[in-house]
């Protein structure tokens, strides 16, 4: 079983930054691609952007393309969404996803997290 908890979300004015974490609990942790999406309410899932296992691919969705950017640490079990020049529209709940490979078109991941608030004001 993969667990995944997010941390991070928070209220932070336009332009500003913030930093997700998803940490995972469960073995091979390298050995999962981890996706980030968001959702509001009445809009469906989004997606944001993947990293592959091993950290050396990433792909991202043209919205948040040159001010998001997802890294990863392996020894920590943990994958990070760094939010740069944050705008309102961001504002969503942010989940972040593991599926065993690597895949820029994929919309189905194994395993979930609870989902952590972003609040962009303007």
């Known amino acids: 079983q993969v667990q995944l908890v997010e941390s991070g979300g928070g209220l932070v004015q336009a332009g500003g930054s913030l930093r997700l974490s998803c940490t995972v609990a469960?073995?091979?942790?390298?050995?999962?691609?981890m996706g980030w999406f968001r959702q509001t309410l009445g809009k469906e899932r989004e997606f944001v952007g993947i990293?592959?296992?091993?950290?050396?691919?990433?792909h991202y969705a043209d919205s948040v393309k040159g001010r998001f950017t997802i890294s990863r640490d392996n020894t920590k079990n943990t994958v990070f969404l760094q939010m740069n020049s944050l705008k309102p529209e961001d504002t969503a709940v942010y989940y972040c996803?593991?599926?065993?490979?690597?895949?820029?078109?994929?919309?189905?991941?194994?395993?979930w997290g609870q989902g952590t608030q972003v609040t962009v004001s303007s």
């Open positions: 990293i592959s296992g091993s950290g050396l691919s990433t």
């Open positions: 996803a593991a599926r065993r490979i690597f895949d820029r078109t994929a919309n189905f991941y194994e395993y």
């Open positions: 469960g073995r091979t942790f390298s050995s999962y691609a």
